[in-house]
Every structure is written in structure tokens, then in C-alpha cells.
């Protein structure tokens, strides 16, 4: 798994990427409410702002991690937005992604960096 400074976890899977956040970015957006997430098939650039979450405290934008294609999207977490503060790096994941560029996946930290960027 690689991740980013904006608490995304990214997890390679065959040709594809899952893409969620961290239970430190959930634990501190708080209750989350709603999420929005983008359509199958949406092509995407690096850092384009493309899922709204909004929590009790705040909203929040994902940004896309790489250039690509999304491919699947966790339709359980926008008719349940908590599912993401219960189980943030498993089952709550928020889209898949086909990388246009797989190489872009090297400008993000592994997590023993990630943990230490945290505190």
C-alpha cells in the first residue's frame, strides 16, 4: 500500500488501484454524512478533486492519486457515509482506478513514511 499527504490509502490490485482514506483522515473528519463519488468511467488527471465528504466537523475533497479511468465506484459508503469512520482501510473504500501512468504511484510514501509524516 502506498499514501498520500492528503490521507489517501492506495492499494494496487492487478491493473487497477482501490482508493480510500485513512482511519487518521476519518478519525478526524469526525461522523461522516455524505459522500459523493464520481461516475464508472470518468477519466481523471492527478489531483483533480473528484469525492465530496462532508462530516459533522467538515467537508473534504479526495483528489485523484493518478491520471486514469475510474473503474468502480463503493456505492455502500454514500447510502452509509459512517461505514468509513468503522472501517476505513477495508471495506469502506471509496473508488477503483486505472492508472494511465502506473509509475505515478512511486511519488507516494510506503507506511512506515506515511506513520512518521502523521506523528
Do not use: C
Not at 54 to 67: G, H, R
Not at 74 to 103: C, H, L, Q, T, Y
Amino acid at each position: 500500500m502506498k499514501f498520500t499527504e492528503q490521507h489517501e490509502w492506495l492499494k494496487p490490485e492487478g491493473d487497477e488501484i482501490t482508493v480510500g482514506i485513512t482511519e487518521h483522515a476519518a478519525n478526524e473528519l469526525g461522523d461522516i454524512v455524505f459522500i459523493e463519488l464520481p461516475e464508472v468511467g470518468t477519466t481523471v488527471a492527478k489531483d483533480d478533486e473528484i469525492v465530496v465528504i462532508e462530516s459533522v466537523k467538515a467537508a473534504s475533497d479526495i483528489t485523484a492519486p493518478v491520471d486514469g479511468e475510474i473503474t468502480a465506484v463503493n456505492d455502500a459508503i454514500v447510502d452509509e457515509p459512517g461505514k468509513v469512520n468503522e472501517d476505513a482501510m477495508g471495506e469502506a473504500w471509496f473508488f477503483r482506478i486505472k492508472p494511465s501512468d502506473p509509475s505515478q504511484m512511486d511519488d507516494y510514501m510506503d507506511e512506515d513514511a506515511y506513520k512518521t509524516f502523521i506523528g
